[in-house]
T-cell receptor, first 116, second 115 residues
Framework: DGGITQSPKYLFRKEGQNVTLSCEQN?????MYWYRQDPGQGLRLIYY???????QKGDIAEGYSVSREKKESFPLTVTSAQKNPTAFYLC???????????????FGPGTRLTVL | AQSVAQPEDQVNVAEGNPLTVKCTYS??????LFWYVQYPNRGLQFLLK??????LVKGSYGFEAEFNKSQTSFHLKKPSALVSDSALYFC?????????????FGKGTTLSVSS
């Protein structure tokens, strides 16, 4: 899991609540990513950020929001608009080395979110 | 559009036998290819990647993968499986001209090694 931490490990949310998942990295990586993992569906991209104060939507951004105020941190908020938020959420980071650079992504340990 | 296919949901192997986990890909340009492993309730661990050059890539824990451009495949292999290799394996791809963008992952293959 390298130098990437995610908290909490387990999170329970009531219907209608917003919750925020934390992701911090000390690898000095420019790029950070949020993925959602559901059984049998692999990983799907929610948001990613290549630089502070900038981020892009992924394939399933609806119902989620992010911020990137610091290079080390990329918190994900799961809003009440997300219809089915129960899943395993994974954060990753990588360098952004320019064209041709091999930006291997390194993952945190994940947060399991359950809606009660 | 980029995509990755892992045609087998599960692969069963006896300990000591060779194992193969299959992956095929589709990208518009030249690919960077990756394999990751995930143990239950854990994050993904990087195993190996193909950049360029030698088509046989060696990675962690005795795993290797063979890049085949004509077949657009990147199968993961190990000569002798261990029970501890039992886990979920993901293949991923990125167009090498799109630095800093997210990887495209396959749906994963569960490897079960029996003793």
């Amino acid at each position: 899991d390298g130098g990437i931490t995610q908290s909490p490990k387990y999170l329970f949310r009531k219907e209608g609540q917003n919750v925020t998942l934390s992701c911090e990295q000390n690898l000095n990586h420019d790029a950070m990513y949020w993925y959602r993992q559901d059984p049998g569906q692999g990983l799907r991209l929610i948001y990613y950020s290549q630089i502070v104060n900038d981020f892009q939507k992924g394939d399933i951004a609806e119902g989620y929001s992010v911020s990137r105020e610091k290079k080390e941190s990329f918190p994900l908020t799961v809003t009440s608009a997300q219809k089915n938020p129960t899943a395993f959420y994974l954060c990753a980071s990588s360098i952004v080395g320019g064209q041709g650079a091999t930006d291997t992504q390194y993952f945190g340990p994940g947060t399991r979110l359950t809606v009660l | 559009a980029q995509s990755v296919a892992q045609p087998e949901d599960q692969v069963n192997v006896a300990e000591g036998n060779p194992l193969t986990v299959k992956c095929t890909y589709s990208v518009s340009g030249n690919p960077y290819l990756f394999w990751y492993v995930q143990y239950p309730n854990r994050g993904l661990q990087f195993l190996l990647k193909y950049i360029t050059g030698d088509n046989l890539v060696k990675g962690s824990y005795g795993f290797e993968a063979e890049f085949n451009k004509s077949q657009t495949s990147f199968h993961l292999k190990k000569p002798s499986a261990l029970v501890s290799d039992s886990a979920l394996y993901f293949c991923a791809v990125r167009d090498r001209n799109q630095a800093g963008t997210a990887l495209i992952f396959g749906k994963g293959t569960t490897l079960s090694v029996s003793s």
